[in-house]
C-alpha cells in the first residue's frame, strides 16, 4: 500500500492530511505526486471529480511554495466561485502544521475592493475565476510576475463556461511560468488546443481511468415511473430519507425553480441553485443549506460544481443528465469522506437505456427499486 510519505510528501503535511483522515493516496495522487514534487514539468491530466485531484496538485503545489518569499508563487484558476473557495480553503487544511503559507481566493460577484486590500497582504498562492483575476491584473492589484506554476482545475468546465479568451490572455502573460498543471474531466477541441498552444510539447499526460472514478461507497438506484408522477415518487422518497439532505438535479434552470417551488407547496424546507442567481442570492441558500436549515437543495449541472457538504445522504436525478460524466459529478456529492450514500434516478420506461450506457462506461451496478418503502 502507498501512502503519503513514499510519495516523497513532507511530515508537516501529512499530519495535516492525517487530521483531515486522508490517509491512502488515490490513482490520481499516486501518479503525479512524485512527478509534480520535483521537476518542473507541464502535465495534462484526465480526471473527475470525487478522485482527488485537489491533493493530487494542491500538495506539490505547497511543498514547493517558498514560505520566506513573500510573493504569488502559484495560481489555481478554476471555474466557478464556489470550487474556488473550496480549493483555497483544502490548501489551507493541508497546511495546518507547516509553515505559515498564504492564499487568497478571488472571484467575481463578490466587493474587488475588498479583494484589492487582501492582496495586498503577503500572499503566496492565488485562487481565482478567470474574469475577475484579469480585472484585478488590469487594476494591477495582482503581480503575476515570480509565477512559477499555474493550475487548471476543471478546465473542460472553465471553456464551457466562456472563459477561452480569457484563458488564452492568462497563460499567454505567463507564459515564463516553468510548471502548467491542467486537469480535466474530458478534452474537448477548445482544449487541446489551449495544451497545444500554452504547454510544452513533451507535456506528461495522465489518464485516470473511468472505472476507478465512481465512489465505491455510492448504492446506485433506479425506479421506473411515468413523467407526470415523479413528483410524488420524490415526495415519498424523501419521506423514507426521514429527513435527511441531500440534492436533486434537473436539467434546466426552468425545471429548477418549478421543482423547488413544487416541493415548497408541500411543506419541503427547499431551495433551488441555478445560474440565473444573483451571487448573494446564491450565498444565502448555500448558507442555509451547509448550516442544515434546509433539507434539500435544488441544482443545475453547472450552479452544482463546488458544492462540498459533508453528510448528504443522497443525490437525487429527477431528470438524467445528458452525459456520463456529468453522472459522476453528481453522484460523487454523496458519500464523502468515507461515509455511504444513495444515487437515485427516476426514470421513464424510455430513459432505462440511459441507465445501462452509465453502467457500461462507469463499470457499476444499478439497482431498480420497483416502491420507495
Not at 515570480?146 to 488564452?168: H, P, Q, R, T, W
Request: charged residues 25%; hydrophobic residues 40%; positive net charge.
Amino acid at each position: 500500500m502507498e501512502n503519503f510519505e513514499k510519495l516523497g510528501i513532507n511530515k508537516d503535511l501529512i499530519k495535516g492530511l492525517n487530521d483531515l483522515n486522508i490517509i491512502t493516496p488515490t490513482e490520481i495522487q499516486s501518479t503525479v505526486i512524485p512527478l509534480l514534487l520535483t521537476t518542473n514539468t507541464d502535465l495534462v491530466g484526465q480526471a473527475q471529480t470525487g478522485t482527488g485531484k485537489t491533493a493530487a496538485y494542491g500538495l506539490p503545489l505547497l511543498q514547493r511554495i517558498d514560505p520566506g518569499r513573500k510573493v504569488i508563487q502559484g495560481l489555481v484558476l478554476c471555474p466557478t466561485r464556489e470550487l474556488g473557495q473550496q480549493v483555497a480553503k483544502q490548501l489551507f487544511k493541508f497546511t495546518k502544521y507547516t509553515e505559515k503559507i498564504f492564499t487568497e481566493a478571488v472571484y467575481g460577484g463578490a466587493q474587488i475592493e475588498r479583494q484589492i486590500s487582501a492582496l495586498r497582504r503577503p500572499t503566496h498562492i492565488v485562487v481565482a475565476t478567470p474574469g475577475r483575476l484579469i480585472d484585478l491584473v488590469k487594476r494591477k492589484a495582482v503581480d503575476l510576475r515570480n509565477v512559477e506554476i499555474v493550475i487548471l482545475d476543471e478546465a473542460d468546465e472553465m471553456l464551457s463556461m466562456g472563459f477561452k479568451k480569457e484563458l488564452d490572455e492568462i497563460l499567454g502573460f505567463l507564459s515564463n511560468a516553468k510548471n502548467k498543471w491542467l486537469f480535466s474531466a474530458t478534452m474537448p477541441h477548445g482544449i487541446k488546443q489551449i495544451v497545444n498552444e500554452h504547454m510544452s510539447a513533451d507535456a506528461h499526460r495522465i489518464e485516470v481511468s473511468g472505472r476507478n472514478v465512481v465512489n465505491k461507497n455510492i448504492e446506485h438506484q433506479y425506479l421506473i415511473c411515468e413523467e407526470g408522477d415523479k413528483l410524488n415518487i420524490l415526495m415519498q422518497f424523501l419521506k423514507s430519507e426521514k429527513g435527511n439532505r441531500g440534492l436533486v438535479f434537473c436539467k434546466t434552470k426552468a425545471a429548477t425553480q418549478k421543482l423547488a417551488k413544487q416541493l415548497i407547496a408541500k411543506n419541503v424546507s427547499a431551495d433551488a441553485i441555478h445560474g440565473d442567481l444573483l451571487q448573494k442570492e446564491r450565498d444565502k441558500v448555500m448558507r442555509a443549506f451547509k448550516k442544515g436549515s434546509l433539507q434539500l437543495l435544488v441544482a443545475t449541472d453547472l450552479a452544482a460544481r463546488g458544492i462540498d457538504i459533508e453528510a448528504l445522504s443522497f443525490v437525487a436525478h429527477y431528470q438524467l443528465p445528458d452525459n456520463e460524466e456529468y453522472y459522476t459529478h453528481r453522484s460523487g456529492r454523496t458519500a464523502r469522506a468515507g461515509k455511504e450514500g444513495i444515487s437515485i434516478c427516476f426514470v421513464t420506461s424510455s430513459e432505462v437505456k440511459q441507465i445501462r450506457y452509465f453502467e457500461k462506461v462507469l463499470s457499476i451496478v444499478f439497482r431498480q427499486i420497483k416502491q420507495v418503502r
